[in-house]
T-cell receptor
Framework: DTAVSQTPKYLVTQMGNDKSIKCEQN?????MYWYKQDSKKFLKIMFS???????INETVPNRFSPKSPDKAHLNLHINSLELGDSAVYFC????????????FGSGTRLTVV | AQSVTQLDSHVSVSEGTPVLLRCNYS??????LFWYVQHPNKGLQLLLK??????LVKGINGFEAEFKKSETSFHLTKPSAHMSDAAEYFC????????????FGSGTRLLVRP
């Protein structure tokens, strides 16, 4: 199936731990993103990579570090997790040649305890 | 800077009646606008998009939206609600002249009563 897939779907971890979320897309898109959805359902962009180059880096603590090994993958690593990092993290991809619109992954629900 | 305002946090309709979810936008550019739907504990699905072609945009599942520049609105409608339409709906604008950054509205929860 063509899609944006992210793993894991659920992640429960203790404060202070380091964790990673992985994302892969097989749509041939050239741009990938991480969005954060808070407890009030508000969605905000965190990072964007175009052809492995970082193009958007919003005001995000530097404990969050994206890594794009190739155009099809964008991983999110989080150091020293805090309670406030609990949220749903969505990966997405898009192509400038497809008249806009993203394809989103199904999300990773991160709970920090 | 671009922004979107969804005027209702919750909308409740009876099954079979029309749906109207309101959205106003602010943009310095000719905007690209989208509606996304999120069902409970699911990801985001694109319903429809406006990218400066026809002002009346038809999407999936019988939804449509009309771009009205004079009113800076992009309201989402459906003639007849179905129980499966119950979800969170997000109005979205792309920032600038590229699709790289999407600005989301705060969402409208649609409740459908039997």
């Amino acid at each position: 199936d063509t899609a944006v897939s992210q793993t894991p779907k659920y992640l429960v971890t203790q404060m202070g731990n380091d964790k990673s979320i992985k994302c892969e897309q097989n749509l041939g898109h050239d741009t990938m993103y991480w969005y954060k959805q808070d407890s009030k359902k508000f969605l905000k962009i965190m990072f964007s990579y175009n052809n492995k180059e970082l193009i958007i880096n919003e005001t995000v603590p530097n404990r969050f570090s994206p890594k794009s090994p190739d155009k099809a993958h964008l991983n999110l690593h989080i150091n020293s997790l805090e309670l406030g990092d609990s949220a749903v993290y969505f990966c997405a991809s898009s192509s400038r040649w497809e008249a806009y619109g993203y394809t989103f992954g199904s999300g990773t629900r991160l709970t920090v305890v | 800077a671009q922004s979107v305002t969804q005027l209702d946090s919750h909308v409740s309709v009876s099954e079979g009646t029309p749906v109207l979810l309101r959205c106003n936008y602010s943009s310095s550019y000719s905007p690209s606008l989208f509606w996304y739907v999120q069902h409970p504990n699911k990801g985001l699905q694109l319903l429809l998009k406006y990218t400066s072609a026809a002002t009346l945009v038809k999407g999936i599942n019988g939804f449509e939206a009309e771009f009205k520049k004079s009113e800076t609105s992009f309201h989402l409608t459906k003639p007849s609600a179905h129980m499966s339409d119950a979800a969170e709906y997000f109005c979205v604008v792309s920032e600038g002249d590229s699709s790289y950054k999407l600005i989301f509205g705060s969402g409208t929860r649609l409740l459908v009563r039997p």
